[in-house]
Nanobody
Framework: QAQVVESGGGLVQPGGSLRLSCAAS????????MAWYRQAPGKQRELVAV???????NYADSVKGRLTLSRDNAKNTVYLQMNSLKPEDTAVYYC??????????WGQGNQVTVSS
């Protein structure tokens, strides 16, 4: 069994920055990818960004150029640097770790609020 722990959310003004962290621990054998999703009130959960084990990254069109995903393989941790934040970025952000054998583990969710 693996655990996924997120940190770094909070309240920020429009145009500000935040960095989210996601650490996977426990029975980690081989991680295929780590991804961030978000879910705003009344909306479906959506993929924000994903990084695979070869460090290939993909981003949602709505965040390209503003959010950057990086990975520390030694720590099984990914970081989502969020710049130029907009009110529409307000959501609960979830980290998902996918193993090479297909198992998926979700974090508990982290609130990000962009408001003046």
């Amino acid at each position: 069994q693996a655990q996924v722990v997120e940190s770094g959310g909070g309240l920020v003004q429009p145009g500000g920055s935040l960095r989210l962290s996601c650490a996977a621990s426990g029975s980690i054998f081989s991680i295929y990818s780590m991804a961030w999703y978000r879910q705003a009130p009344g909306k479906q959960r959506e993929l924000v960004a994903v990084i695979t084990r070869d460090s290939t990254t993909n981003y949602a069109d709505s965040v390209k150029g503003r959010l950057t995903l990086s990975r520390d393989n030694a720590k099984n941790t990914v970081y989502l640097q969020m710049n130029s934040l907009k009110p529409e970025d307000t959501a609960v952000y979830y980290c998902k770790t996918t193993m090479t054998m297909g198992a998926e583990y979700w974090g508990q969710g982290n609130q990000v609020t962009v408001s003046s």
